[in-house]
């Protein structure tokens, strides 16, 4: 278990009044959070945001016009976390990176600029591989809080809450850490993320140029997680059945014709699967996108899904707003007359609505099995691996 640490965020708001390259003003870091504060006031949302990166790059520095267009949107805050990165820091190190910022905000130590935020006014969110970071946190504080765990930091014990947030708001998540569903190889001629070649199916383990941070040591598969835990919920949201997400606040999702989109589709129905009756999930689909999308500004359908994002956010805080808050699921095209095409949540990834191919059907028992076969051969990966490394460790002796 990696030790507890502090870890770094940065705060982000909208500057009303301020120029595309107005400077920066020359105000101590509590200075300009309280400058920050007193220009958006404090009823909207406070997003606690994760970036993507596909757990191994990026930083909230390159995140900042996408945050600082969402807290636009909004109306809101973002607190966007600087969580340590894969190979070096293997799981659970980003999870527990984001459950101490989660806490932070409900109980903030006594050196904090802000004051404790209600978790009815937190929104967790993300993008790609932030977005499944942040799944994973909201299936673990739903799990503590269904049982009534409390955790204790800086000498206090504090009482998860139930509902742990008010929302969450995810962007084309990574969901399934080893990508084994039909969309990572079939939408691979809209996407911008490449899927692993046909030569490395077999082998997902990354061809980087060896360092002294990769290859492992000891050797594993994966660079973010060990091979015997790469379908644990945990590290891919996607393998949580509909029962883990029972009682879990409002879900927005995006996603376009990308790698994602079957996991996103699995992940949204069984979300909704939980309780049909009372789930609030948000599917938002868009046809030719790709990975992202929502990060686009130069596109409609990255504009309109920014929109919406930031929308959701202020309607789950304030119970009301632009957004109807209802289940539904939606795909719409690229054509120039944005039609939209209404799916039932209990069909995604089920049928070829908001597909471009004849899809396989993805039910819950095809999703599990295919997790498994994955599972299954990096395990046997894994050993072969340890194995070649024994043996050239035997031979230099």
């Known amino acids: 278990m990696p030790v507890v640490h502090p870890v770094e965020v940065e705060w982000t708001a909208y500057r009303r009044n301020a120029f595309p390259l107005s400077p920066r003003p020359a105000l101590s870091e509590r200075q300009m959070y309280m400058a920050m504060m007193e220009d958006i006031g404090t009823r909207g949302p406070t997003i606690l945001y994760f ?29 966007s976390v600087r969580y340590e990165l894969s190979p070096q820091h293997v799981f659970p190190a980003s999870l527990l990176d984001a459950l101490s910022v989660y806490m932070a905000l409900i109980a903030p130590p006594a ?15 993300g993008d790609s591989s932030g977005a499944g970071l942040a799944a994973s946190l909201l299936l673990l504080l739903q799990t503590l809080a269904r049982q009534h765990v409390s955790v204790k930091m800086r000498g206090s014990t504090i009482r998860i809450p139930d509902p742990v947030c008010a929302g969450v708001a995810l962007a084309s ?4 850490i080893t990508r084994c569903l039909p969309s ?4 691979a001629r809209w996407d911008i993320i490449a899927p692993p070649s046909a030569s ?50 409002p879900v927005y999702v995006c996603v376009g014709w990308e790698g994602m989109q079957d996991e996103t589709e699995v992940f949204a129905r069984r979300i909704f699967g939980a309780d049909p009756e009372k789930q609030i999930v948000i ?14 500004p130069w596109n409609w359908a990255g504009r ?8 959701f956010c202020n309607a789950v805080v304030h119970g009301k707003g632009p957004m109807k808050m209802r289940a539904r699921a939606t795909w719409t095209s690229s054509n120039k007359a ?10 995604l990834a089920m049928t070829n609505v908001g597909c471009w191919y004849q899809r396989e059907r993805m039910d819950d028992h095809a999703v599990d099995e295919k997790l498994t076969e994955a599972r299954e051969w990096r395990i046997k990966l894994n050993r072969m691996l340890v194995a070649q490394g024994d043996k050239r460790q035997a031979a230099s002796l």
């Open 283 to 296: 599917f938002d689909g868009y046809a030719v996108m790709p990975h992202c999308s929502a990060l686009f």
């Open 184 to 187: 990572t190889t079939a939408n």
């Open 173 to 176: 998540p990574w969901l399934d």
């Open 304 to 311: 309109t899904a920014m929109q919406r994002w930031g929308r």
């Open 338 to 347: 944005k039609e939209v095409v209404e799916v039932s949540l209990t069909q």
């Open 200 to 249: 490395r199916m077999g082998d997902p383990t990354p061809a980087f140029p060896p360092d002294e941070i990769w290859p492992a040591s000891p050797p594993r598969v994966e660079t973010y997680c060990t091979a015997e835990i790469c379908t644990h919920p945990l590290v891919s949201p996607l393998a949580a059945q509909s029962y883990h997400w029972r009682g879990v606040p």
């Open 51 to 79: 970036h993507g990166g596909a757990h191994c790059l990026m930083d909230p520095v390159t995140h900042r016009w996408p945050t600082s267009t969402l807290a636009k949107e909004s109306g809101g805050r973002v607190l």
């Open 111 to 125: 050196s904090a600029y802000h004051e404790a935020v209600p978790a009815s006014q937190i929104v967790i969110a």
